[in-house]
């Protein structure tokens, strides 16, 4: 019951926010209402017990994406110009509403095969397991640093001054 | 009624296409950049329901999800620096007039 409440309330203000993403005009509101909807998923982590990604969801998103994305839109101080559309608006609406349509009616129809197996509770342990043991997912989390610093290093290299 | 897989299922799916109307229909290149970012996220909600309801001792799910943000800040970090770089030298973030290499 109480999830029940937790994820229709979470799932409106998630929606709404994300709504407010593309529809306001000031694209600064636009950044604080992405916030707004980065909480929000957060929180249908919760709903969904899955307690280590609601904390890596805050750490990587609300703590350090929002503020690149703040920081990027007053360095180029094209705030004034607004958050218009080009002419692709309505084709773009059609395609995105035939995509729900399609996934909904994928997903109704399709049974499930919905296990009854109670879910972990806490998930930390077991995802360090799996991440950091040599039949689970070492590789990618050797590789992931490599991607890390390419990006830390393309970014540097193309907004250094000449 | 209780929320089944099919509600989060829904949601992703509602979240997905708010960041494509987005990502399609607007010129501020970080505007574009934000729905991106909807995007990933909505099909992370995705990943964490299906590995929450179809298996739920596996935790496959949430391991996808991380490497999915990983990727994300990748992503964020590089795409933020070359709208900076594109502003420095044109002036304008506006992806309708950034058409250098257009053909």
């Known amino acids: ?162 | 009624m209780s929320i089944g897989l099919e509600h989060y299922i829904i949601l992703s799916a509602v979240l997905f296409a708010i960041g494509l109307y987005g990502a399609l229909s607007k010129r501020n290149a970080i505007v574009i950049l934000m729905s991106i970012e909807i995007m990933l996220n909505a099909v992370n909600i995705a990943m964490v329901a299906f590995s929450r309801y179809i298996v739920p001792a596996l935790l496959t799910g949430h391991i996808f999800a991380i490497f999915i943000i990983v990727v994300a800040a990748a992503e964020a970090t590089v795409g933020l620096a070359i709208i900076i770089g594109i502003y420095r030298n044109r002036e304008t973030i506006d992806a309708s007039q950034i058409n250098l290499m257009k053909w």
């Open chain 1, 1 to 162: 019951m109480v999830l029940t409440i937790a994820f229709w309330a979470l799932a409106i203000v998630g929606v709404l926010s994300a709504l407010g993403v593309v529809l306001l005009g000031n694209v600064f509101r636009a950044s604080l209402s992405l916030i707004l909807c980065f909480i929000a998923i957060a929180g249908i982590y919760i709903t969904l017990h899955a307690d280590f990604l609601a904390a890596a969801q805050i750490l990587v998103y609300v703590g350090a994406i929002s503020i690149l994305i703040l920081l990027a839109i007053m360095l180029t101080r094209d705030v004034q110009h607004g958050s218009p559309s080009n002419k692709l608006r309505l084709p773009a609406f059609i395609v995105a509403i035939l995509f729900v349509g399609t996934v909904t009616f994928a997903v109704l129809n399709t049974r499930w095969q919905v296990s009854s197996v109670p879910p972990q509770e806490p998930t930390t342990s077991a995802i360090a397991g799996l991440l950091f043991s040599v039949e689970g997912f070492i590789l990618p989390v050797e590789i992931a640093p490599i991607l890390l610093l390419a990006a830390i290093i393309g970014a540097i290299v193309l907004v250094r001054e000449k």
